[in-house]
């Protein structure tokens, strides 16, 4: 079993920068998928950047060159750094974990995660 405990978010404006922690508790070992995912108000969920027990870690196409996720050396925590945040960025983030290593053609699938954290909101004001 798998514990998610997400940390920061908050509201910004627009051209600033905000970050996320997610620490996980359990059994996470070499082979994890661990990011994040965002959701909008009417909108999917969708996958904004996720990283690998095997060292891959794969970006939404609409956060690339802004984000930046990094992960400590004991693997079990994530942090995102979120730069230039846009309106559109605005969203509930979750963090997301599965104990199989990310797939380039399902990571951003939510129904490969197993364990979700209970999301923190991020707001960004134009």
């Known amino acids: 079993q798998v514990q998610l405990v997400e940390s920061g978010g908050g509201s910004v404006q627009a051209g600033g920068s905000l970050s996320l922690s997610c620490a996980a508790s359990g059994s996470i070992y070499s082979t994890f998928c661990m990011g994040w995912f965002r959701q909008a108000p009417g909108k999917e969920r969708e996958g904004v950047v996720v990283?690998?027990?095997?060292?891959?870690?794969y970006y939404a196409d609409s956060v690339k060159g802004r984000f930046s996720l990094s992960q400590d050396n004991g693997k079990k925590t994530v942090h995102l750094l979120m730069n230039t945040l846009q309106p559109e960025d605005t969203a509930m983030y979750y963090c997301?974990?599965?104990?199989?290593?990310?797939?380039?053609?399902?990571?951003?699938?939510?129904?490969?995660?197993?364990?979700w954290g209970q999301g923190t909101q991020v707001t960004v004001s134009p």
């Open positions: 997301a974990a599965d104990l199989d290593n990310c797939y380039s053609d399902t990571w951003d699938d939510r129904r490969w995660y197993v364990f």
């Open positions: 990283t690998s027990g095997d060292g891959s870690t």
